[in-house]
Nanobody, 126 residues
């Protein structure tokens, strides 16, 4: 059974760092585009970064602060979040999908597509 198991997250102060992990089970991370998606009551689901092997991308507001990476041996994708801001507070999900379907920052993310992790809360205090 294909599953994504998330870990990491929690509480950080503004300017601090957190790392999220997304472990693939039952399928290979290298064959999929993996998005990190965050959800807030105000904005809903919004993708913040994407990776497939060495191809990465970010939305403007996290560029230079967040870094997405993958470890093929561990079959795991990571999101290193530095310089955290209160507006980064959200539930973060990893999502794997066979094609890069979200490219523009305003693309609406649909929960019905792809494999999703269970989500993890990130809270940044000012």
């Amino acid at each position: 059974e294909a599953q994504l198991l998330q870990s990491g997250g929690g509480l950080a102060q503004a300017g601090g760092s957190l790392r999220l992990s997304c472990e693939f089970s039952g399928f290979r991370a290298s064959y999929y585009w993996t998005y990190w998606v965050r959800e807030t009551p105000g904005e809903g689901l919004k993708w913040v970064s994407v990776i497939k092997t060495d191809d990465t991308d970010y939305i403007t507001s996290v560029k230079g602060r967040f870094t997405v990476s993958s470890d093929s041996a561990k079959n795991t994708v990571y999101l290193q979040m530095n310089g955290l801001k209160p507006e980064d507070t959200a539930v973060y999900y990893c999502m794997a999908i066979g094609a890069r379907v979200y490219n523009d920052e305003d693309d609406r993310v649909d929960r019905d597509f792809g494999y999703w992790g269970q989500g993890t809360q990130v809270t940044v205090s000012s």
